[in-house]
């Protein structure tokens, strides 16, 4: 069996046969899966009227249990964005009844953000959904496979990681 990485590869020994192109075989194809997938995932945000930061946000809310409630600044970290980004995103979650402020009883100042039902209900049928492909793609290896590929995925990520 052949994919394009292996096409690539032939391409590029033959036309830098000084260079090791080793690495395409593997980081190649983790980029072109990177691609494929996340058209897999803008497919399922579309079926559920959402866009990728909207799935980032809501989901950092609904991983943070009931009540659903983060502050801002937990928000920016789980989601790498900057405050002015953040508090647009808010907003226009808010906008779209998704999301409420709230304020925070722990911080005179400060607000929390918290899902509202319809945000509790969109990012769960999302989530659902979003595995269920994701498992699909998947079912071309084993589980044994599954768990040896996402360990070595794992030890290539930390580094990255830890630079954030």
């Given at each position: 069996m052949r994919d394009e990485v292996d096409r690539l590869?032939?391409?590029?020994?033959?036309?830098?046969?000084?260079?090791?192109?080793?690495p395409l075989h593997v980081l190649s194809r983790v980029s072109r899966l990177a691609r494929h997938l996340d058209r897999a995932r803008r497919a399922v945000f579309v079926a559920h009227e959402l866009e990728p930061w909207e799935f980032d946000v809501l989901t950092a809310l609904r991983r943070a249990g009931d009540p659903y409630q983060l502050s801002p600044g937990r928000l920016l970290r789980a989601t790498l964005v900057t405050s002015g980004t953040m508090t647009n995103r808010i907003d226009r979650l808010a906008a779209a009844g998704l999301v409420e402020r709230h304020p925070d009883p722990a911080d005179k100042r400060g607000v929390l953000v918290r899902l509202t039902g319809k945000g509790l209900t969109r990012v769960d049928a999302a989530f659902a959904d979003l595995l269920a492909r994701e498992h699909a793609i998947l079912d071309a290896l084993a589980p044994p496979d599954r768990a040896t590929l996402a360990s070595l995925l794992r030890t290539l990520l930390i580094p990255f990681d830890d630079e954030s």
């Amino acid at each position: 069996m052949r994919d394009e990485v292996d096409r690539l590869v032939v391409a590029w020994e033959k036309e830098r046969p000084d260079l090791d192109v080793l690495p395409l075989h593997v980081l190649s194809r983790v980029s072109r899966l990177a691609r494929h997938l996340d058209r897999a995932r803008r497919a399922v945000f579309v079926a559920h009227e959402l866009e990728p930061w909207e799935f980032d946000v809501l989901t950092a809310l609904r991983r943070a249990g009931d009540p659903y409630q983060l502050s801002p600044g937990r928000l920016l970290r789980a989601t790498l964005v900057t405050s002015g980004t953040m508090t647009n995103r808010i907003d226009r979650l808010a906008a779209a009844g998704l999301v409420e402020r709230h304020p925070d009883p722990a911080d005179k100042r400060g607000v929390l953000v918290r899902l509202t039902g319809k945000g509790l209900t969109r990012v769960d049928a999302a989530f659902a959904d979003l595995l269920a492909r994701e498992h699909a793609i998947l079912d071309a290896l084993a589980p044994p496979d599954r768990a040896t590929l996402a360990s070595l995925l794992r030890t290539l990520l930390i580094p990255f990681d830890d630079e954030s």
